[in-house]
């Protein structure tokens, strides 16, 4: 069965300092993976999406993340963190063919020091 | 404005009480589906519809009902709500069910079951 760890639930940096979120996948086709982010009271917002075709994926807002086949992995990174970033982040990983059930994970809340 | 809409935004209620969480969307998405969201456990499937008159359950179906009569419109059916069922739901479409598109969520809806 597919899923996706989040290591840490809960992250701090400094304002301007480089923001990494963890996520490991679990599949047993290739999958497709996915980065949410959640704004207090708000829904979850698609960051960015990797669906098989370049490695390295940009999103919105500066961030982009990688996907290592080697390490099961589909880290969240930006160079430098602003005080707007700080919400809670979910990584999600689904599968193709046919109906593909998208499994999130259990989310990691940034926090931004200023 | 492409949008996920849901209403109420907040609900208290009594053990017991039939209520019913709406759900429309405009982007003519056949996918819809019904989260809850709980600290530490991120998001769960509760139903999804791949298009009118076809639902399934998620991982946690339980003491929930859904019905898509139109495909813009997907309401989530708590016929006697339990303190368990307090929580934070959200509601997604998709453009297909293929898993590869991501999703649109609605802004949620809190609700407090005493």
């Known amino acids: 069965a597919q899923s996706v760890t989040q290591l840490g639930s809960h992250v701090s940096v400094s304002e301007g300092a480089l923001v990494l979120l963890r996520c490991n996948y679990s599949?047993?086709?290739?999958?497709?993976l996915f980065w949410y982010v959640q704004y207090p009271n708000q829904g979850l917002q698609l960051l960015l999406k990797?669906?098989?075709?370049?490695?390295l994926v940009k999103g919105i807002n500066g961030f982009e993340a990688e996907f290592k086949k080697s390490e099961t992995s589909f880290h969240l990174t930006k160079p430098s963190a602003h005080m707007s970033d700080a919400a809670e982040y979910f990584c999600?990983?689904?599968?193709?063919?046919?109906?593909?059930?998208?499994?999130f994970g259990t989310g990691t809340k940034l926090q931004v020091i200023p | 404005e492409a949008q996920v809409t849901q209403n109420p935004r907040y609900l208290i209620t009594v053990t017991g009480k039939k209520l019913t969480v709406t759900c429309s969307q405009n982007?003519?998405?056949?996918?819809m589906s019904w989260y809850r969201q709980d600290p530490g456990l991120g998001l769960r499937q509760i139903y999804y519809?791949?298009?009118?008159?076809?639902?399934d359950k998620g991982d946690v179906p339980e003491g929930y009902k859904v019905s898509r009569k139109e495909k813009r419109n997907f309401p989530l059916i708590l016929e006697s709500p339990s303190p368990n069922q307090t929580s934070l739901y959200f509601c997604?479409?998709?453009?297909?069910?293929?898993?590869?598109?991501?999703?649109?969520f609605g802004s949620g809806t809190r609700l407090t079951v005493v």
């Open positions: 997604a479409s998709s453009f297909q069910a293929t898993g590869t598109g991501g999703y649109t």
């Open positions: 599949s047993s086709v290739p999958p497709y």
């Open positions: 990797y669906t098989s075709a370049a490695t």
């Open positions: 999600a990983v689904s599968y193709s063919g046919g109906y593909q059930k998208v499994t």
């Open positions: 982007m003519n998405h056949e996918y």
């Open positions: 519809s791949m298009n009118v008159e076809v639902t």
